[in-house]
Every structure is written in C-alpha cells, then in structure tokens.
C-alpha cells in the first residue's frame, strides 16, 4: 500500500465529532483501524468502541482545548491528524445580526480552528516532525452567501489561516489543508426546504449535492498523503471563481 493509503493505526482528533459529518469522520477513520478522539460539546452523545475516546470539547474554550489535547497524547502518545470540523451557523441579514451572534460564529468556526491547531502544533513539528491538520471550511468562502455574512466571513479566515499555516509548518512535515464540503444532508442544514435543496443540488453540474460518506472517504484518503498542504479542495461539482 502506498504512503497516500497509510492512515490505518494513526491517532485522529475530530471536532464536532457528533454531528453529521463528524460521525461519518469517526467511523470512517475507525474503518481504517486508526485511533480516533472524538470531541463535541455533546461527546456522550458520540458512539464509542474501544478505538475511539469520546472527549468533552468546547472550541472555544482555550483552558478546555488545551485539556483535550493533553487527555489524548496521555491515552495515545500522539496525534496524527487534527480536523477541525465544529462549527455553527446563525444566518441573518447584515444589519440584523446580534453582536453576540457575530462573535459567535466567528469563535466556534475560526477561533476554534487556531486554538485547536495551536494546541497540537507542539507534538506535531517538535515531537513527531509530521502530522496533518484539516479544516472543514465551506464553498461560501469563495463566493459568499446571502444572509451568512458572519459564516462566511469566519471560513473564508479559516482558508487563510490553512495557508499561512500550512507555510508556517512545512518546513517541519506537518500538512495543512482545508476542505469545502459541499451542501450536506446534516443538521446545520436541516432547516433548509425541500425546494432550497433541489436548489442547491441543481447549482451542481452533476445535479446532485454530496453526501457525508464522500466527503468522510475523501478525508481519510486526503489525511495519508504526505506531499500535498496549503491546498483547498472542493467536494461538489458547483463552479465558481475568485473574485
């Protein structure tokens, strides 16, 4: 097998391991035979075998990551891979969102996303010289969406905090990439109507959206290989440019 396919017996801490996407992570990592530290505000909720540790986890809490990270390195000796995947919405037009709603979205997403890769930046580039950390951003951070001003504004800042770390790290084999998911069937998207999603879908060349179960097998695909970082890879079939 092929250093691109070697993930099987790593250890891999998730955010937002209880959501849609974050239980086809855990599961799918599991099937690998890797180790996986499951972390959520709601981590009772997360399925637990004797490979995955369920971690009680709030993002932005710096004090609670730090513990987090120290409660896997104990248990395991080191992390190989780090996704950062919780994340919230809390969608309105500019000139309506809440100061609190704002600051909200913006620490769950991006400040969750620096301090979690703070906290395993020291075992990866000193310890172990190698490690790769995933962001889950989003397509609306390169084209923006209507009414999601502070969602996008935080996964567009997670794009570049996936590059300029991704130059920060290298030179010590830690990868950083980040990943646009595409519109998933999960709970951040279960208020959207029947006729928003045949919507989504139809913006898709392919005339589909995709499911968890891709993006998680990409993922895992994605976490073994050693010469790609500082890339952002699109999950769905939507085109878009920079503009």
């Not at 790593?10 to 180790?35: E, N, P, Q, Y």
């Not at 500082?230 to 503009?243: E, K």
């Amino acid at each position: 097998m092929t250093d691109s396919h070697k993930v099987e017996c790593r250890v891999i801490l998730i955010t937002g391991a209880s959501g849609g996407l974050g239980r086809a992570l855990v599961w799918a990592f599991r099937a690998t035979g890797s180790k996986v530290a499951a972390a959520s505000r709601r981590s009772a909720d997360a399925d637990a075998d004797d490979g995955v540790l369920a971690v009680p986890l709030d993002v932005t809490d710096a004090a609670q990551v730090k513990a987090a990270v120290e409660s896997v390195l104990a248990k395991w000796g080191r992390i190989d891979v780090l996704i950062n995947n919780a994340g919230v919405t809390a969608d309105n037009l500019l000139p309506k969102i809440a100061d609190e709603d704002w600051q909200r979205v913006l620490d769950v997403n991006l400040k969750g996303a620096f301090l979690c890769s703070q906290a395993v930046l020291e075992t990866m580039m000193f310890n172990q010289r190698d490690g790769h950390i995933i962001n889950i951003s989003s397509f609306a951070a390169k084209n923006g969406h209507f009414g999601q001003s502070n969602y996008v504004a935080a996964k567009a800042g997670m794009v570049g905090l996936t590059q300029s770390l991704a130059k920060e790290a290298g030179r010590r084999s830690v990868r950083v990439n980040a990943i646009f998911p595409g519109v998933l069937d999960t709970p951040m998207t279960a208020h959207l109507t029947p006729g928003q999603k045949q919507q989504l879908a139809g913006a898709n060349v392919l005339g589909r959206t995709t499911t968890v179960e891709e993006v998680a097998g990409f993922i895992v695909h994605l976490a073994g290989m050693r010469h790609v970082s500082g890339q952002v890879f699109q999950l769905d079939s939507r085109i878009g440019a920079w503009t």
